[in-house]
């Protein structure tokens, strides 16, 4: 067996000319640390996820059309680009999608200002032509194929910040009451048992 070993940076590994890049250059999220300064507590607690972090990542959910946090998490841990975008190295843990979902559904202080900031944020790529404010989807493939050329279908569909919103927030939901199902029938299960 023959090991080699590389010397590389997450940087080497990241395409210079990559949408993420440009996006990168073009937005600067440095207001986010002002806006969400008096959500973090100075002296307490463990080191909270950092703000512009959080923001980058509710914001490649919606330009990358990734319908849920544990799916961004998933997404973030297997793509060198969105980790590059989110400042992480190679090696370091992603944001836990349970983290992300509390903080943006169930603390009212910051589900507020980070849906604002979101709306900022998509708002501010629009304005820089980065995206259009609407979703496009298309049949795709990688692989070689015999089509028609007439057979190939763009559809575009209107869908700005609000609506991924709450796309996010039905997946949680349905995601909770499968869990309030699942321990109902624990429930029945083990009174059956006893």
């Known amino acids: 067996m023959q090991l ?3 010397m590389v940076t997450i940087e080497d590994l990241m395409p210079q000319d990559h949408f993420l890049r440009k996006l990168e250059k073009a937005l600067d999220l440095s207001f986010v640390y002002e806006e969400t300064r008096h959500l973090y507590s100075q002296k307490y607690g463990r080191p909270p996820i950092d703000p512009v972090v959080l923001v ?3 914001l490649v959910g919606f330009l990358y059309g990734i319908p849920s946090e544990r799916q961004i998490e998933k997404r973030i841990e297997t793509d060198i680009a969105l980790r590059w975008y ?3 190295d190679l090696l370091d843990r992603v944001p836990d999608h349970s983290t992300i979902s509390q903080l943006r559904r169930r603390k009212p ?3 507020n200002v980070f849906r604002r900031l979101f ?3 998509v708002q501010q790529c629009i304005a820089e032509g980065l995206v ?3 979703i496009v989807a298309t049949d795709s493939t990688h692989m070689k194929a015999n089509a028609s050329v007439s057979s190939e279908c763009l559809v575009e569909v209107q869908e700005g910040p609000e609506v991924y919103w709450e796309r996010l927030n039905q997946y949680e939901e349905q995601g909770l009451e499968k869990l309030k199902q699942l321990k109902r029938k624990r429930k029945r299960l083990t009174k059956q048992c006893t």
């Open 4 to 6: 080699k070993i590389h």
């Open 56 to 58: 980058k990542y509710l």
């Open 86 to 88: 989110l400042g992480l």
């Open 109 to 111: 202080e910051f589900r």
């Open 119 to 121: 709306h900022v944020v």
């Open 132 to 134: 259009t404010g609407k």
